[in-house]
């Protein structure tokens, strides 16, 4: 139970960062986004196929899709300089969190 809320809200946030790095409207910081996407679907790629195979589908699904609203939201409500401090904090907070959950046992 406490891997699927570490591992979770890990996905969420790594989905995020995607979706509001896509939405980001502006040449030059779109560029910015460059690691913390390459880093978030990597990782979230792993994690989403330990978590589907851990906890199931549906959960992971759920919170696959539950970065995308915030990240919509978000990039119609700042500009992008705020948003592009927010994909940043959204991140470093996945990343701290993927350390957390890389940290459970594996289960057999």
């Known amino acids: 139970m406490t ?3 570490v591992y979770l809200p890990t996905l969420a ?4 960062v995607t979706v509001a ?5 502006h040449e030059m910081l779109i560029l910015a986004c460059i690691p913390p996407v390459f880093v978030a679907l990597i990782m ?3 994690m989403a196929i ?3 195979d851990t906890f199931g589908p549906l959960p992971t699904g759920v919170a696959l899709a539950a ?3 915030p990240g919509w939201w978000l990039s119609r409500r700042l500009q992008p300089r705020d948003l592009l401090i927010a994909i940043y904090l ?3 907070v996945a990343l701290v969190l993927a ?4 940290g459970f046992p594996d289960h057999e």
């Open 90 to 92: 959204g991140w470093a």
């Open 67 to 69: 970065g995308i609203p």
């Open 99 to 102: 350390l957390v959950a890389f």
């Open 13 to 16: 946030l790594f989905s995020f």
């Open 3 to 5: 891997e699927a809320l």
């Open 21 to 25: 790095s896509a939405l980001l409207r």
């Open 50 to 52: 330990y978590a589907g």
């Open 44 to 46: 979230g790629f792993v």
